[in-house]
């Protein structure tokens, strides 16, 4: 149980388009998803929370125009990179809080994003 | 604001021996939680092991086990009897238990490998 989805797992894009990534809670529901990026050999790099039905909470730094986030339903959140450029050419992670166990989140398996 | 260290970018352990990495972290919180997380290079996110601080008793699970020491905030943990497949970058992370928002500070990571 407990099983997290991204979709799509890599995608390379030109400069300038837009990029959406899902992350799903297959078999549980998820009022708080979180999106991390990470760079090669480094940490993960929260950059927002999303809330079921209401705005993300975006960490200082990062541009909510350019990192757009939704959380329609209690098991789907979407993270749209816009007007993508190389700099944003990363591994992002999702992650979904357990309403159960709140303490305990759950992690889908990255997106590696290449922007030309 | 809390803050999460791991000072040991890169370790390395023989198969079947044992290998203990470090954490320190630093807060203000008295209810918190303590995590390590595996990422092998798969880069799926794994929960390894997970301590509440109001408890005393050291989190074990199987070969891996946490020394937590909450009056030096200190958080290590031991991998007993080293596997190949134990091979991986590891984190270590806090999460605040009250007002809880789920949020996980992330320590920058250290990389394990296990030689056969």
């Known amino acids: 149980g407990a099983v997290v989805s991204q979709h799509p797992s890599r995608v390379i894009c030109k400069s300038g388009t837009s990029v959406k990534i899902e992350c799903r809670s297959l078999d549980f529901q998820a009022t708080t998803m979180f999106w991390y990026r990470q760079f090669p050999k480094q940490s993960l790099m929260l950059m927002a929370t999303s809330n079921e039905g209401s705005k993300a909470t975006y960490e200082q730094g990062v541009e909510k125009d350019k990192f757009l986030i939704n959380h329609a339903s209690l098991t789907l959140s979407t993270l749209t990179v816009t007007s993508a450029h190389p700099e944003d050419s990363s591994f992002y992670i999702c992650?979904?809080?357990?309403?159960?166990?709140?303490?305990?989140?759950?992690f889908g398996p990255g997106t590696r994003l290449l922007v030309l | 604001a809390q803050t999460v260290t791991q000072s040991q970018p890169e370790m390395s352990v023989q198969e079947a021996e044992t290998v203990t990495l470090s954490c320190t972290y630093d807060t203000s919180e008295n209810n918190y939680y303590l995590f390590w997380y595996k990422q092998p290079p798969s880069r799926q996110m794994i929960l390894v092991i997970r301590q509440e601080a109001y408890k005393q008793q050291n989190a074990t699970e199987n070969r891996f086990s946490v020394n937590f020491q909450k009056a030096a905030k200190s958080f290590s943990l031991k991998i007993s009897d080293s596997q190949l497949g134990d091979t991986a970058m590891y984190f270590c992370a806090f999460m605040k238990r009250t007002g809880n928002t789920g949020k996980l500070i992330f320590g920058q990571g250290t990389t394990l490998q296990v030689k056969p």
């Open positions: 992650s979904a809080r357990s309403e159960v166990k709140a303490e305990t989140q759950y």
